[in-house]
Structure formats: structure tokens, C-alpha cells
């Protein structure tokens, strides 16, 4: 018994982590806000030169484009 109680102790010691405190849980969180805020900006920014390019090639083509926002009427 005298071997197996500090081993327990050992055991049971390493079992328990300590949880990530409110700074470290609130780093990552914005980490990974941040990543997909920059992941979504890239995305709008390739969207809006592909809608420019096709803009330019309509009106190049002699057609006009679009209206950038159009709102249906009712």
C-alpha cells in the first residue's frame, strides 16, 4: 500500500489539468475571429474585382452593366 498511494497521487495528479484561464480563452477567440474576418475580407475583395472586370468588359463590349445595387419595385 505504501508504493501504491504515492503512484495514485501521481496519476491522479496528472489527470488534472488546469483549465485555460479567461485571458487564454479570450486570446484564442480572437485569434480565430480575426482568421476569418481576414479569410472574408479576401473573399469580398476577389468578388468585387471580378464584378469590376465583368463591368468593364460589358461596357467594352459596347453593353451596359448592371446597376451595382438594384432594388426590385413593387
Known sequence: MGRVLPALLLLLLAACQQEPSFDERYAAAQKK?????AKL????????SAAA????ALEAAGRTAPPAAATPTT
Open 33 to 37: 475571429v480575426g482568421t476569418t474576418a
Open 41 to 48: 475580407e479576401t473573399e469580398m475583395v476577389k468578388a468585387d
Open 53 to 56: 472586370a465583368d463591368r468593364k
